[in-house]
Structure formats: structure tokens, C-alpha cells
């Protein structure tokens, strides 16, 4: 018997064939199940100086990142920061179809030429002056009689390379990557139903993890663990009849579907009243006037009718005909390396992890939510980074909602996972066969990246490769 016949019913597939409003094509389909190995995953990568300095070189230098939202430089000369280890660069609007990225460097003598956005016309160092325009061209040296033997045209500043995709901006350090459309493999035809580019950045907090970064990304692309460590979410939350999807030949994206509305499979018999009330105190955008449930309604549909109200009622326009499952469930995608973008409507996330400078043992972790623009395409300015420290609480950022008390649950386990990982005598991680496939695959695409040479060749065969199909 196959995990596909082993997995507990009903099915997300299952679910979705009762909704109300259809699920789109794309949420019907599912991965195969079967096929994973199931070797364990070393540990020292999770704590090893040597590791993060491989990566830095491997991954960070080579892959596409998300760097910012569009709407947060809609101006020729807006620009932010994005930094990354301890590369920085500046992406910056240079022309109402053009953006760049510049590395954030004065080529006199090094200084950072920005430390934080803002909307400037020329980037001018804050040590001698010296001053680019948004080409990136030099156009002023201080005292210029002194540096007679300095050639302007050799000082252009250097760029990495830019992408766009879904209103958000990507980079890569690497000028022979490749090209983002291929990197980003089957996501922009699962996000056609989700329209990221008609969204806004609402929210964006920012926290100091107690944990390495890929600890905390882990935690967040798996349900395994709901039922331990967020026990107050089951009875509306469906947590072991999630469905991962691993799909082959793609080595960037997975993706994983949560069903909300329905109880975990692991309760039986529960009132339908007490799903939709449990939902209710939990996720306070389900608060309001009660939800009446005649004879035979399901929560779910209920639940989904409330959801689609309030969606057209924040948005501006009818969304009657949203599907249950974009309107309730958690439909969560991840980006390789650091990338968590949630599709549907119900739960517009975007989650991204970082290493904290040379630190392997913390991480920066990012919570964005993306809110639907007006129909008009208008909406509020973007939110600003709000920064925790490492000693603050998710649940100190009150933008975050109901989202902050599950976060803050998962950041006191990861606490003791990075603690547990170096007590352990044990070399290697043990990861379930289908509920952790996504754990997996992350794992076989980060070490085939990690194990090319300079020249990109592939030196070594790791362990943790694709499936056995
Ligand atoms: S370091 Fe930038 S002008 Fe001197
Ligand atoms: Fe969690």
C-alpha cells in the first residue's frame, strides 16, 4: 500500500469536490505522492560556518531573490536596499520601465552610497562626494584635480541583474543566470487565478529568528506539525490530509494545500457550530454578525459565503464567484531558496528568510501580507518594515493578527530545534516520507546548487536527490 492509499481522508481533492464555488483548474491538481527517499538530511548545514560560507557563494550569489515590492518604487529614482549576508544593493527606479540594481558601494573607497530607501536623482557618497547619476554613470569627483588619473568611464557602478514577476522585483549576483521566466518554472501559470500584480504590500514586519534560516522556512512548508504545536486550530483547520505538491522535473517551486473550514481528520463528530465558532475566535476576519447554519449547511460553505462578502466588501468589487478554496484555504507556493508566497485570497502571505550576516544560527525572518488593490488600481502607500527585535513577540506587531500567535508558537520551538541540533549526537535530520516532501525537495535542489564548481559544473552527487519515480 502507497502513502497515497495511507493518507487520511477526506482528501483536500475530496473537499473540493463538495464545494459550493469550484476550485480552478490548477488546485486540482496534485503531485504524485509516492516515490520519495527517505534518508535523513545532514544536520551540520544547519549550524556550520563552512556550509553558510559555501552557500553564500552557491546560493545566495547564484539564485533569484525577491528584493522589494514594485509599488514600493513607482518613481524614477525611488529605491530600497536589499542586502543579503553582506552584499548590498541598491534597486532603484531608473526609468518608468526600468529598474535596476546597483552594488551599494562607493568605488573611491567603499562607503555604502545608501543605507536606506528613499527617492534621490544621483546617488553622491557621503565621505568625498563623489556622485553617480541613475545610469550609473559618474558625474562628479571632488576636487577632481587631484584624481587626474582616475577614468570617469571606468567607474560606472556595477549591477547585478533585475527580474520582474507578479509585482515583485527579483535580483541574482550571477551575470550568467538564468534568465528569471525559466527560473521561476510553473509558478506564473499557478498564480494566473491568484493575480499578485493587482496587489499591495500592507503589512511587513520583520524579526531576528532564534534559529537558522532554513529551520525557519521549514517550519512554514509543512503541516505535520500543526496538531503538537498549534492544537487550537483543529477544528477547522485540516491538518494531515494536507496536500503537498512535489511535481517532477520542477526543481524551484513546491507548493502545499491546507483545507480550512473542516475539521482535522484526527476529530470525529464535531458540530459544524463549533467549527465555524472556533474559526471565528480565531481569525477575527471571520468576526461579525453570527453565522446562522440551517439543516445540512456545511461550516465550509458557510464559512466561504462570509469570506466572499467581506473579500468584495474591502476590495470594492463582486467577488461572489471566488472559489471556496481561494476564499478559505491556505494555498501556500514556495520559491527556491527564501521565497513563500501564498496564493487565493483568504490568507494573502508572503513569507522570506535570509541568513543575519555570517550568523548560521539566526536568520532573519519577514512577514508580508499582500491585500487587493481597488479595481481602479489604486490602494494606500506600502507599509513600511516594522522591525522586532529578537526578543519581541510576532504578536507585538498587532498588523499581523491571528497570524502572529501562530508564528510565535512556532519561534519558541525553533528555539530549542537550532539548541537540539547541536546537543545532537545523531548526524542527520529524519524527515517524514510525504508530509516533510517538501522539507525533501528543498533539500535536493539546495545541495545540487551546493555541490557546482565555480564554472557551474555539478561536482559531486549528493544524497537527497529526486524522487525514486
Ligand atoms: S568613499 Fe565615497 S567618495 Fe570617498
Ligand atoms: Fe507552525
Redesign the pocket.
Same mark, same amino acid.
Given at each position: 500500500m502507497g502513502i497515497s492509499d495511507r493518507r487520511p481522508k477526506p482528501s483536500v481533492q475530496d473537499v473540493f469536490a463538495t464545494d459550493t464555488n469550484p476550485a480552478p483548474s490548477v488546485m486540482r491538481n496534485e503531485s504524485p505522492a509516492d516515490g520519495w527517499p527517505t534518508d535523513d538530511v545532514s544536520a551540520e548545514r544547519y549550524f556550520s560556518k563552512e556550509w553558510h560560507d559555501r552557500e553564500v557563494e552557491n546560493v545566495w550569489r547564484k539564485c533569484w531573490q525577491l528584493a522589494c515590492r514594485e509599488e514600493e518604487i513607482p518613481n524614477v529614482g525611488d529605491h530600497i536596499v536589499y542586502e543579503i549576508v553582506h552584499d548590498s544593493l541598491i534597486v532603484v527606479r531608473t526609468s518608468p520601465t526600468e529598474i535596476r540594481a546597483y552594488v551599494n558601494s =562607493? @568605488? %573611491?573607497?567603499?562607503?555604502l @552610497?545608501r543605507t536606506e530607501r528613499g527617492c534621490v536623482q544621483s546617488f553622491r =557618497?557621503?565621505? %568625498?562626494?563623489?556622485t553617480w547619476n541613475l545610469d550609473g554613470k559618474l558625474v562628479n569627483m %571632488?576636487q577632481a584635480w587631484d584624481l587626474s588619473h582616475v577614468n570617469a568611464d571606468d567607474m560606472n557602478l556595477p549591477q547585478a541583474q533585475v527580474g520582474t514577476w507578479g509585482g515583485f522585483v527579483f535580483i541574482n549576483f550571477d551575470e550568467n543566470c538564468e534568465p528569471l521566466t525559466s527560473y521561476l518554472e510553473n509558478l506564473p501559470e499557478h498564480f494566473d487565478s491568484f493575480d499578485l500584480d493587482k496587489r499591495y504590500k500592507a503589512a511587513h514586519v520583520a524579526k531576528i529568528m532564534p534559529c537558522n534560516w532554513r529551520l525557519a522556512m521549514e517550519a512554514f512548508i509543512e503541516a505535520y506539525h500543526v496538531a503538537i504545536a498549534h492544537p487550537q486550530v483543529l477544528a477547522y483547520y485540516g491538518d494531515s490530509n494536507t496536500q503537498y505538491d512535489v511535481w517532477p522535473g520542477i526543481r524551484h517551486v513546491s507548493r502545499m494545500i491546507s483545507v480550512q473550514g473542516v475539521p482535522s481528520p484526527a476529530l470525529t463528530g464535531i458540530d459544524p457550530n463549533r467549527t465555524i465558532e472556533e474559526m471565528r475566535r480565531d481569525v477575527p476576519f471571520f468576526a461579525g454578525k453570527p453565522i446562522e447554519l440551517a439543516e445540512g449547511d456545511s461550516a465550509r460553505a458557510k464559512l466561504a459565503e462570509r469570506a466572499r462578502e467581506k473579500i468584495s466588501r474591502s476590495i470594492g468589487s463582486d467577488m461572489s464567484s471566488l472559489s471556496d478554496t481561494e476564499s478559505l484555504d491556505l494555498i501556500e507556493y514556495m520559491l527556491f531558496p527564501n521565497m513563500v508566497p501564498w496564493g487565493g485570497q483568504a490568507l494573502p502571505i508572503c513569507y522570506r528568510l535570509r541568513p543575519n550576516g555570517d550568523d548560521p544560527e539566526t536568520s532573519i525572518m519577514e512577514i508580508m501580507f499582500l491585500f487587493s488593490k481597488a479595481p481602479d488600481g489604486s490602494h494606500p502607500a506600502p507599509a513600511e518594515i516594522r522591525w522586532l527585535s529578537a526578543d519581541q513577540n510576532w504578536s507585538d506587531a498587532p498588523e499581523l493578527g491571528s497570524a502572529a500567535m501562530v508564528a510565535d508558537q512556532d519561534t519558541e520551538n525553533l528555539y530549542r530545534i537550532q539548541k537540539g541540533l547541536r546537543a545532537s549526537k545523531k548526524p542527520g535530520v529524519t524527515l517524514a516520507q510525504y508530509q516533510e516532501s517538501r522539507i525533501r525537495h528543498f533539500h535536493a535542489t539546495l545541495d545540487d546548487y551546493m555541490s557546482r564548481g565555480d564554472d557551474g559544473s555539478v561536482t559531486q552527487i549528493s544524497e537527497v536527490r529526486t524522487p525514486r519515480r
Open positions: =562607493c @568605488l %573611491h573607497r567603499g562607503t @552610497l =557618497c557621503p565621505f %568625498h562626494a563623489w %571632488h
